[in-house]
């Protein structure tokens, strides 16, 4: 199902800035039970994001209203917002524009993630980096083509998701997932100053563990090699919402302390 600014559609105008430059960004919620699950943190994701690429401000309670009106009947799924700029604009130029739009979708929910939280995933690593930009770091806006690219080459393996670096060989990453390490005590997540998404899970897990006795945690820019002697890997995001990593190429890994930790605090 898909709606525009409030209607129930699937055409857009080709004149949309969404569709002439990506020029937008995006959120994506887990529905459960009829319910948008951190509903107000995507729309606070949304709002940050907004501001960030300087688009114009959304009418952020009727957007609210909109979204549990699309999930009221649906006992679990997937729910997308994208805000555009809008229509209008000379080129590049967004003088004259008249937005934003506001264009939602809904659709079910990716069965294969119940039988990951249980087994496990391979990562595999991508031949595509992230370009370095601190301007549009964290933001999950529309030019989505590096991740596109990823896929592709994913897609060609039998991995269940992939392992990004950026161009300076740090780690960033999966394709549509944030990472975790532990060593010992010690847990660790990529410094996303310059590439990557900040994304709600891992906001999320990032607060839950700088309230823990249990582990410290530091945010780190590593490079793969790192990984070799971690105890324990996990992959989040607003959907999965936690994956444990069983194997990355030939390294592999049986730990459990972070992921039964925060399965008591981030499902």
């Excluded at 898909?2 to 529905?31: H, K, L």
């Excluded at 729309?43 to 957007?63: F, G, I």
């Excluded at 002697?229 to 995001?237: F, G, K, L, S, T």
Aim: with cysteine.
């Amino acid at each position: 199902m898909y709606w525009i600014n409030g209607s129930a559609q699937n055409m857009i105008s080709v004149a949309d800035r969404a569709v002439q430059f990506g020029d937008g960004c995006f959120t994506t919620a887990w529905v459960k039970q009829g319910q948008v699950q951190r509903l107000d943190a995507h729309l606070n994701r949304l709002q940050q994001a907004v501001a960030a690429l300087l688009m114009p401000e959304c009418d952020w309670q009727q957007l609210k209203a909109e979204m549990q009106e699309a999930a009221i009947h649906c006992s679990e799924g997937v729910l997308k917002v994208i805000l555009s700029r809008g229509q209008g604009g000379r080129g590049y130029s967004s003088h004259g524009t008249v937005g934003p739009t506001r264009i939602m979708s809904l659709s079910d929910y990716p069965q294969h993630y119940h039988a990951c939280r249980e087994q496990g995933i391979e990562l595999g690593l991508s031949p595509v980096t992230l370009a370095r930009s601190s301007l549009l770091a964290g933001i999950k806006h529309l030019n989505r083509l590096e991740q596109v690219m990823i896929r592709a080459h994913l897609d060609k393996t039998s991995c269940h998701e992939a392992l990004v670096t950026d161009t300076s060989g740090a780690i960033v990453e999966c394709c549509a997932a944030n990472l975790f390490w532990r060593k010992g005590a010690k847990v660790y997540t990529p410094d996303l100053t310059f590439a990557g998404v900040n994304g709600l899970m891992r906001q999320h897990i990032i607060e839950v563990l700088s309230q823990s006795a249990e582990f410290s945690l530091e945010i780190v820019a590593e490079k793969l090699a790192t990984l070799e002697n971690a105890e324990e890997i996990i992959v989040c995001n607003a959907l999965m919402p936690i994956l444990p990593v069983r194997k990355i190429e030939n390294w592999h890994y049986n730990g459990s302390k972070l992921l039964s930790f925060l399965q008591a605090h981030c499902q």
